[in-house]
């Protein structure tokens, strides 16, 4: 049985880690290097770092902070925001990222995907989707940084992306996100069982239980959360012990 993953998010805005609730309302929470040191030796199963403002200021993903965290840890972190070439991941992958992740850029230009599996392999390339749900369109998918919705439906962007090389989604509900009232268990399984690669709920983490859910309900092969994490409300040992007692398997 492959075991389940817990992963924090740290989202990087002028080298600072920040939180928000619903994409919006940001605030501090610490040194990203720090918290990155903190995670791993509390026995976080991966880390993902996203520069939530690169696409929107047009600026390239922050390289010199991936070389800083790559020389701190040892277990494997991704890295995304403002990505759109396939000369922007050499040189994070050359910093140390072991993932790269692709919203906006995938959004935008679709061969993106397939150029970059290409040229690194499946298991580099996460395709991150935030998506929100409206009793008008249902679930589609929001570019930029979650202010732009576009044409298309969630599952169905989803099962493109892996069709053109994905090798992970990444998968954030923005109705949930910051919420801890829970993941979007509904699209997070209708996703999980729409493709044949690992999918990482995001998006509302509130309590131990909340993480069980998302793995015995919604399917997920990873759990990611944020606030949860950096402000201390829940600690990664306790949680994984938690999730043993429900018979999820995780690495402890």
């Not at 995670?39 to 993902?48: I, P, R, S, T």
């Not at 589609?140 to 169905?156: C, F, L, P, S």
């Amino acid at each position: 049985m492959l075991t389940k993953r817990i992963i924090p998010c740290l989202d990087i805005k002028n080298g600072r880690t920040v939180k928000g609730v619903r994409f919006e309302n940001i605030r501090d929470a610490g040194d990203p290097v720090e918290l990155a040191k903190w995670y791993a030796e509390q026995g976080a199963d991966e880390l993902v770092f996203l520069d939530i403002t690169a696409t929107n200021e047009e600026r390239k993903t922050f390289a010199e902070l991936v070389r800083d965290i790559a020389r701190h840890i040892d277990i494997p972190f991704t890295v995304g925001g403002g990505i759109s070439a396939v000369a922007d991941v050499e040189v994070l992958l050359q910093a140390g990222a072991d993932k790269v992740s692709i919203n906006s850029a995938a959004i935008r230009n679709p061969q993106l995907v397939q150029d970059l599996a290409r040229r690194f392999g499946s298991q580099c390339v996460t395709v991150a989707i935030d998506t929100k749900y409206t009793e008008a369109t249902g679930w589609k998918v929001y570019a930029r940084a979650g202010t732009v919705e576009t044409e298309h439906a969630t599952v169905d962007w989803a099962k493109k992306v892996v069709e053109l090389g994905a090798g992970e989604i990444l998968l954030t509900s923005m109705n949930n996100d910051g919420t801890k009232a829970g993941f979007a268990l509904d699209i997070t399984k209708a996703v999980s069982e729409a493709v044949s690669v690992p999918v990482i709920a995001s998006g509302g983490a509130g309590t131990m239980q909340h993480f069980a859910d998302a793995f015995q309900e919604a399917h997920a092969d990873a759990a990611l959360a944020a606030s949860l994490f950096h402000f201390r409300e829940l600690d990664i040992p306790d949680l994984k012990a938690y999730l043993k007692t429900e018979g999820i398997a995780v690495r402890i």
